[in-house]
């Protein structure tokens, strides 16, 4: 499925949409499987502090951690191909490891929004090839707060985040407003370094904004730190893990 112009778009840009690499029924049944799952666990909201600092007052989230844990249709996903090999494309590596799962849905209307970071400031690793895989459920337009990147910023390296509100880059310097807005579809997958700028908007439409993001890395890339541990994490979604541990 992925090509080498894919694979230098994503090389050049820091992120990728595929387009439809689940069928229409299968991200549905996605969705449907999201809200269960969400329904069964008691309320929590995540936004961060600072979301509401960028016009998330009032907003809030709904969201789970260890999908693969609250149902097996997500550890089926996890190790699809269709998803594993675009993953090991993108990185470069024929190993694809698990590092954590999260569901996140933006309720209608008041769906919080995020403010630009990178992935790197919350779990950094010591060869960067860490990546996220965000699969949207339904369609993600502007007006339901789509993910936004700015291309090429994976290339800056990690860069020096906020930490009071939720590791989040100056507002000043990196307006979510500037960034370009990803509109994905039901069935799309948008893949991102974990160095790419990227956040989200508010969703102000009638209908919630329902994804599930899998982050992954080549088992060879190491933590710098220890600061982020899940349920599941090492497991081998593709291929082999050559270091043995």
């Known amino acids: 499925m992925t090509d ?28 449907e499987e999201c809200h269960a799952v969400l ?24 969201h789970c951690h260890d999908a693969q844990f609250r ?12 998803f594993t090999d675009v ?5 470069g590596s024929g190993n694809v490891q698990l590092h954590h799962t999260k569901i ?30 965000i699969f949207h459920f339904d369609a993600a337009p502007e007006e339901k ?3 936004r990147v700015v291309p090429g910023s994976h290339r800056y ?20 407003e500037a960034a370009v807005p990803v509109e994905a579809e039901a069935g799309d997958v948008l893949f991102l370094s974990y160095l790419t700028v990227h956040g989200s908007g508010v969703n102000r439409a009638d209908e919630a904004r329902t994804t599930l993001l899998i982050q992954y890395r080549d088992p060879e890339d ?16 593709r291929g082999i893990d050559p270091t043995g541990s």
């Open 39 to 62: 329904g069964r666990l008691r309320p929590a909201d995540p936004t961060w502090g600072s979301a509401r600092e960028i016009g998330g007052a009032g907003t809030e989230l709904r």
């Open 222 to 237: 190491q933590p710098a730190d220890d600061v982020h541990r899940s349920r599941g994490q090492g497991m081998m979604l």
């Open 157 to 176: 390296g990690p860069l020096p985040h906020i930490e009071e509100g939720g590791w989040h880059l100056p507002f000043r310097e990196w307006p979510l």
């Open 4 to 31: 080498s112009a894919m694979v230098r778009f994503y090389q050049d840009n820091g992120y990728l949409l595929v387009k439809g690499l689940l069928g229409a029924a299968e991200a549905r049944a996605y969705r």
């Open 145 to 147: 707060g789509c993910v």
């Open 71 to 82: 149902s097996a249709a997500f550890a089926r996903l996890m190790v699809d191909p269709r």
């Open 104 to 133: 996140f849905v933006k309720p209608a209307e008041k769906g919080s929004p995020f403010p630009m970071h990178q992935d790197a400031a919350h779990f950094p690793h010591t060869r960067h090839t860490v990546g996220a895989a």
């Open 87 to 91: 993953a090991a494309a993108l990185m």
